[in-house]
C-alpha cells in the first residue's frame, strides 16, 4: 500500500476517495484553505499550505511513500496550480483510475489526471494533466484534451473532439465529433455542441449557442 493525500476536501475528494478502492493508495489526510470536517473520522483535515508543512515535518520519512491529487473538480486554474504548490513540497502526482472505469491501452494520460466511476476514454484519446474525466462520462477515440479539462458527469465526448486547456465540458453535455472547444471555454449542462466553440465562450441549449448575458 502506498499512501495518498487530497488537496481538496469537499464533494470531489469523495468521488476520489471512492476510486481508490482496490487500489494501491491508501488516504492518510486531506488538505483545504477553509476549515472543513473530514468526510472520514481517522483522515484529519490540514488547514492549508502551513498545515501541510506542518504535517509532512513530522511525518516519519518525510514525503518518502507518499503521493497526492487535487481534489478540486471547479475550472479556474486552481487544479493546475495547487498541483505545481503539492510538487514544490516533494510529493509526486498521482493519476487515478477507478477499478470501473475504461482507459483503453493506447491512450495517453498525462500527470494527476482522474478517470473515475464507469467512464470511458477509448483508443488514441490523449489527455493533458491534470484532466478530470467524471462519473460516467466519455471521450471517444483520438479525442485531444488539454491540460485541466474537466468533463462533468455524464458527458460525451464523440470522437476526435479537441478541447483546449481550461475548458469545462458541464454534466451530460454531448460533443460532435471533430468540434473545437477552446481554452478556458464553458460548456453547460445538458448542451449539444454542434459547432466549435471559441475560447472563453460560455455556450449552453440544443444545439449550443453562447449564453446571454
Ligand atoms: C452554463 C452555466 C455555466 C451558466 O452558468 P451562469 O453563468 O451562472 O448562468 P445562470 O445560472 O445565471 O443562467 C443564465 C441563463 O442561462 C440559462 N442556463 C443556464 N445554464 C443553462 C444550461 N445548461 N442550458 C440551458 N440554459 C441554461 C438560465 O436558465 C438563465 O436563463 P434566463 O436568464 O432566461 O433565466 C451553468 O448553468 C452550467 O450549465 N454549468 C454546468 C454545471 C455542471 O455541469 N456541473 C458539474 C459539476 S461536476
Known sequence: MD?????????????????????????????????????WPHVPVLRGEDGLGDWLAARPGGTTGLHAAVAIGRNDGSRLDTMALLRRHGLA??????????????????DGCQVLALAAVSSHARLGDGV???????????????????????????????????????????LLPRRHIGAGAVVGAGAVVTRDVPAGATVAGNPARPLAR
Not at 468533463?151 to 486547456?165: H, I, M, N, S, T
Open 132 to 174: 478530470i474525466v467524471n462519473t460516467s462520462a466519455s471521450v471517444d477515440h483520438d479525442c485531444e484534451l488539454g491540460h485541466g479539462v474537466h468533463v462533468a458527469p455524464g458527458a460525451r465526448l464523440a470522437g476526435e473532439v479537441r478541447v483546449d486547456d481550461g475548458a469545462f465540458i458541464g454534466t451530460g453535455a454531448v
Open 93 to 110: 502526482i498521482a493519476t487515478i483510475i477507478h477499478p470501473r472505469a475504461f482507459v483503453a491501452a493506447d491512450a495517453a494520460l498525462g
Open 3 to 39: 499512501d495518498i493525500l487530497f488537496w481538496g476536501a469537499s464533494g470531489q475528494a469523495k468521488v476520489l476517495h471512492e476510486a481508490l478502492a482496490g487500489s494501491r493508495w491508501r488516504l492518510v489526510a486531506l488538505v483545504d484553505r477553509i476549515a472543513l470536517a473530514s468526510p
